[in-house]
């Protein structure tokens, strides 16, 4: 049976093995749990992933303090709890917890600003990592960069721990309508569209071309109901991240089937309606309005 | 916006742009892709390549009128429970059960199998399809950092296939009447990654991650075949 055998070396860490996976999570929900508990729930609700750490960010809102990479131990034991991929934070630009994170075996590391950035300048460098790598963008410009760096999958960050969706509907809006505007250009035109995106041309070209980013799209930040979920799936998400707002209300399970049956069913009003009845209290949440500039996340990252 | 939105998740943000489009051509085979969750757009284009007509399915009404059905990769537990909430579950056995010709890709190649075992062989208790006399181990390769890309051999595919493994599991056993058309080399040996029974078709990796079309025009070729009868 030798003829039937591979026939090259297999290589790993490939930007399309990278990407590849995140191409696997298209059209799931992926939420955030603090323990081996939580991330049975989730997987027992339909999760296509979890994202492990501490304190979910309405709590890291709440304490205030240095926000870092979770405890190693705390991440194994969710990883031993579910079959579905874990996802871990890293600080933006903290190539070592990222590494500390690749060594025990996660499946997507997420250097994100809801946790305090570590580098001013430099986000990490993430060519360099077999370990994917997901990204917060505000805009388009910022996706293409974090893409450029190496970043394997795009969230719109939205503004994490608030349960209010507008941050993320403005974030999704302007990298969507970026990519549309991108589409509609001139071929000479795109040297000044890369200028002002403050992103490489090459890939300024690629997505003009695709009409989307060249890699998944998910959405994060604010989305606490099975509408927000279907909304921000109909304003062009690929799936969603639902952080606080699963663990945070009075029905966690309930609320999770709900929201990944929404995601699924996004375009359909009839589902959402029946999905969302009687799912108990939605996480209280605070109006991005109220909050003061310290307190805002999606500015951390450039 | 009365109208809900519809997009394949990954497909472009405009209208008829770019070669990620999804394409849905009218002639051929009626060829269905379970689009709850995964990779639901790679295949609708390697379907095309097919020369078949490809279209998502997401509820029963979807499953009539089809000649034939693609489980795409995702997350099985994700996609099994999934379909026990759309009521996909109990019809979709029937149909396998009449002889519906159905190709499964990782996450499919899970829901097809007999029985699925996790990475270190326990059983994994989660919703299977079944049809095909196997069983899977699921991650079997390793965690993401593990996935790989070679090029290997697939009995029925003229040339090589580049295939892409994704936290992929692999068939541990094969009943008596289940063919096998590749197998990857591991440490442990070789393991089967591509079997066939009757209609029903597996593989462990993606080659709709890859634009490999080989195995979708052998699965075409199949449901043409079935169709006539």
């Known amino acids: 049976m030798s003829d039937l055998t591979s026939e090259s070396t297999p290589v790993t860490g490939t930007d399309r093995v990278k990407r590849g996976l995140a191409d696997m999570l298209k059209g799931g929900v992926i939420m955030d749990v603090v323990d081996a508990e939580q991330a049975r729930i989730a997987e027992e609700s339909g999760a296509v992933a979890v994202m492990a750490l501490e304190r979910v960010p309405a709590d890291i809102r709440a304490d205030g303090g240095v926000a870092r990479m979770s405890d190693p131990q705390m991440i194994e034991a969710i990883m031993d709890a579910v079959s579905v991929p874990v996802m871990a934070k890293a600080r933006i630009g903290h190539f070592v917890e990222a590494q500390v994170l690749q060594a025990l075996g996660v499946d997507y590391v997420d250097e994100s600003e809801v946790l305090t950035p570590a580098d001013e300048a430099h986000h990490i460098d993430k060519h360099a990592f077999t370990v994917p790598f997901v990204n917060g963008a505000t805009n388009l410009g910022e996706a293409l960069r974090r893409i450029s760096e190496g970043a394997a999958m795009i969230r719109s960050k939205g503004e994490a721990g608030t349960g209010d969706v507008i941050e993320a509907v403005r974030h999704m809006r302007a990298i969507a309508g970026g990519i549309r505007h991108l589409a509609t250009l001139a071929p000479e035109e795109r040297y000044a569209a890369a200028k002002e995106h403050r992103a490489p041309i090459d890939l300024v070209e690629e997505v003009a071309e695709l009409g989307r980013l060249p890699v998944v799209l998910f959405t994060a930040g604010g989305i606490a109901t099975?509408?927000?979920?279907?909304?921000?799936?109909?304003?062009?998400?690929?799936?969603?991240?639902?952080?606080?707002?699963?663990?945070?209300?009075?029905?966690?399970?309930?609320?999770?089937?709900?929201?990944?049956?929404?995601?699924?069913s996004y375009d359909d009003p009839d589902v959402i309606a029946k999905v969302s009845r009687d799912l108990g209290e939605a996480m209280v949440g605070r109006n991005v309005d109220g909050l003061e500039q310290g307190e805002r996340l999606a500015g951390r990252g450039w | 916006m009365t109208t809900p939105r519809t997009r394949v998740p990954g497909e472009a943000l405009l209208d008829d742009r770019g070669p990620h489009a999804a394409q849905r051509p009218t002639e051929g085979p009626r060829i269905g892709v379970l689009a709850l969750q995964g990779d639901v757009l790679e295949h609708l284009r390697l379907l095309a390549e097919a020369g078949a007509a490809g279209r998502t399915v997401r509820s029963v009404a979807d499953l009539e009128a089809l000649d034939g059905l693609v489980l795409p990769g995702g997350e099985s537990t994700t996609i099994g429970k999934l379909l026990d909430l759309q009521g996909l579950t109990a019809p979709l056995r029937d149909r396998i059960a009449d002889g519906l010709p159905v190709l499964g890709t990782c996450a499919g190649a899970i829901l097809l199998a007999r029985e699925a075992l996790t990475h270190d062989g326990r059983p994994s208790p989660q919703p299977l399809l079944g049809g095909m006399d196997t069983v899977v181990r699921r991650n079997a390769f390793g965690r993401q950092v593990a996935s790989f890309e070679t090029d290997l051999a697939v009995e029925g595919v003229d040339g090589t296939m580049h295939a892409v493994f994704i936290r992929a599991p692999w068939i541990e056993e094969v009943g008596p009447g289940v063919e096998v058309l590749a197998r990857v080399d591991t440490p442990l040996g070789a393991r089967v990654v591509v079997a066939r029974q009757g209609p029903l078709l597996a593989s462990a990796f993606h080659p709709e991650l890859a634009g490999e079309a080989g195995l979708h025009r052998l699965f075409a070729a199949t449901v043409r075949e079935r169709s006539r009868l």
């Open chain 1, 226 to 264: 099975p509408a927000d979920a279907a909304f921000m799936m109909q304003l062009g998400a690929d799936g969603v991240f639902v952080g606080s707002g699963i663990f945070k209300s009075g029905d966690p399970a309930r609320r999770a089937r709900a929201i990944v049956a929404a995601t699924t």
